[in-house]
């Protein structure tokens, strides 16, 4: 694997280009890295590029990067063709929280990885594990959790499959350090360390707000002034996305049982097309913060 002198790979891919895909591709390319992002047709593909370099400009903008954008954009490429991904030596998969997409996605992004290329999975909540055991090399393969948004976060969760090596956990570690971010190492465990933590204390704060014991508003203030969160649950619920948090609810109730049974209130949101930040209303009105 060739590395920059930050211990960064010095190619890496990401496979889809949407908000956290984008911001993955970001920290990378800021870093130094040649980014390759490929997305499912030509017009999300240029969507994607469109995104990534809208949050480097920025990173000018903050101070955060001395490289200019024009040097940037050059190291910023985009494709619809997984077998662009041969030259890399190591590829987050960001696809949406669907088991057989997922599966699908990794399979194919691995037939077109040299051997000893690294493949990591932005997965939220599901198995690690169960994903390593549908590929070729799963000892390979990791979990690299990042966080929404991605620029702003100073967190990385590294699952760990049963069947990742030392080698690739020990190169994850360091990666992360590189990217100016703080490592937490879980096994792989259903919704890991930050999601199983993160959802349950948002599910109660939906049954609040559906019982009537305080608005979304108050619950939030409750959180953030009272514990100190950054955001409250479910205005972080309104950036993650309804829908997110509802597929990731249904897997924690599935294989952990009823405490994470979702709410009827983030059912209903998710059928009306109410998902949030990205739809303009979820628990909060965005459309005046769009």
Partial sequence: MTTLPNSLPAKVGVLGGGRMGAGIAHAFLVNGCDVLVVERDEASAIAARERVESAAAKSIERGATDANLGEMASRLHVSVDYADFA?????????????????????????NLAPDAILASNTSSLSMSGLAAELQRPENFLGLHFFNPVPASTLIEVVI????????????????????????????????????????????????????????????????????????????????????????????????????????????????????????KGFYDWNDAR
């Fill in 87 to 111: 030259d890399r030596s190591l590829v987050v998969e960001a696809v949406p929280e669907i088991w057989d997409l997922k599966v699908s996605s990794l399979q194919r992004v691995e037939e």
């Fill in 161 to 280: 499959a049963k069947q990742s090596s030392e080698e690739v956990i020990e190169a994850a570690r360091g990666w992360v350090k590189a990217l100016g971010k703080t490592a937490v190492v879980v096994n792989d465990a259903p919704g890991f360390a930050s999601s199983r933590l993160g959802v349950a204390i948002a599910l109660e704060a939906m049954r609040m707000v559906e019982e009537g014991v305080a608005s979304a508003e108050d619950i939030d203030n409750a959180m953030v002034l009272g514990y100190k969160h950054p955001t409250g649950p479910l205005k972080t619920t309104d950036i993650v996305g309804l829908d997110v948090r509802l597929g990731i609810a249904e897997y924690l109730h599935e294989t952990l049982g009823d405490r994470f049974a979702p709410p009827q209130i983030l059912r209903d949101l998710v059928e009306a097309g109410h998902l949030g930040r990205k739809t303009g």
